[in-house]
């Protein structure tokens, strides 16, 4: 039994892995019970034999130890030693076992939660009951629908709050939204990135919409939720059932979707089917916005199943002068530009509001036009005549000082990409940047 222990001790002298330091300890609580040998002692003796470790890095090869000391212990056994390494093979066989059956776990939950719905005998629609069922009926129309979840996307510092609190507060009012009528109602604007600043804001839109006066039938909630708690979404179902709200803003995405992965197809359609839940609870009468970021590209940034479980997608892009809100996905509805925006100073409350214009009264800064100029004469300069991948270019536009991150870069890129002045061909996983051909034509000869 001494062999066996120093042979243990010898598996992990050249080795601080948790995973080998929990396979030694398993074999040990095997070969070398506690009726020789007390347990904290094996677990310090293996954790002593392994390299020097500190801070949390000590920490996880302790854990491990007592760990497999003590899942060792429920299969005490006097076979032959198996090896280490094999052992350690086992554990991360079962984990990933564990991590299978709780992924299969989530998909059940997934399923479940479309369980609030009619029966399915009873939900069916003939012909003429089809036909009786009220018309689409719009929120802000051209804008966003009645018993629909919608998702507004912006980079960062693009006014997407402003926005979407200036939506908020005139469905709450009943005021006209850009010239455009509301259906009005109670508006519930869950803030889950804090209120700092939120009240500056609020109190211009009042003074902007209500003469200063108390914006009625608007609450803030002060605090993220979790819409993959159960417990929380079934709170937010029966607020909405009983207070009747209009409007449910979700600002944003990622503070309410309890730390799940964004680029994650199943965990992103469980956060779009809590929204779908809270919006049946408004009985059709319920829109439900979550504010969301773009990423690099422009586009709204994780799992494609956002955009494809939602009924509308609304883009914010552009500058304060001159924004330009656009639907990129309108179910039943005509997508393209909607309107064009721009921020306005007030003074009175020290900060700003967003208001339409029209055709010509944008305020561009200059900055952003230069900026995308100057890209496509480097491009021309260095890629002319042989095109370069666009993840390549938007890196040397970052290095040449043209943009100051990559998500700047990929802006310039994209506008010019939408002007036609550069092609862009997708192959395999990359995009391919190249000039468009340009037409010559021959220079007449007067002489001639």
Known sequence: MQDDFAGILNSVRDTADPARIEAAAYVAAQR??????ESAEVCRRIVDA???????????????????????????????????????????????????????????ELADEGNDRPPLAEAMLDYAALMDRPPLRPLVPGVLNLDTVAILYAPPATYKTFLALWIAACVALGHTWAARPVDAGPVLYIAAEGV???????????????????IPDFFIYPQPVNLTSDSDVEELVALVADRGFRLVVLDTLVKVAGGAEE???TAMTRVTNAAERIKR???????????????????????????????????????????????????????GEIIRLRAKPVE???TLVLEAIGPGEGEPSGVQAARVEEALAHFDRAYGKTGVTRSEFVKNLVEWGVAGSNSTAQNYVGDL??????????????????LPTRTTFPIQNKES
């Open 196 to 214: 700092a600043g939120m009240q500056k804001r609020v109190a211009a839109l009042s003074w902007r919409l209500n003469a200063g006066q108390p």
């Open 281 to 335: 609870a408004g009985d059709g009468g319920t829109t439900v916005l979550l504010v969301h970021h773009s990423g690099k590209s422009g586009d709204y940034r994780g799992a494609s199943a956002l955009e494809g479980n939602v009924d509308t997608m609304l883009k914010l892009d552009g500058e304060a002068g001159m924004l330009t809100l656009s639907a990129v996905k309108q179910k039943d509805g005509a997508e």
């Open 50 to 108: 392994a390299p020097e470790a500190e801070g949390k890095e000590l920490r996880a090869i302790e854990k491990a130890a007592k760990r497999g000391y003590r899942n060792g212990a429920l299969f005490r056994q006097t076979a032959a030693l198996p090896p280490v390494s094999k052992l350690a093979e086992a554990i991360e066989y079962e984990a990933r076992k564990a991590y299978k059956r709780r992924e299969q776990q989530i998909n059940r």
């Open 348 to 350: 009175e409350h020290d």
């Open 263 to 265: 680029n994650d197809n």
């Open 417 to 434: 990409i939408s002007s036609g002045r550069l092609n862009a061909k997708t192959a395999s996983r990359s995009t391919y940047l190249t």
């Open 32 to 37: 070398v019970p506690s009726v020789y040998v």
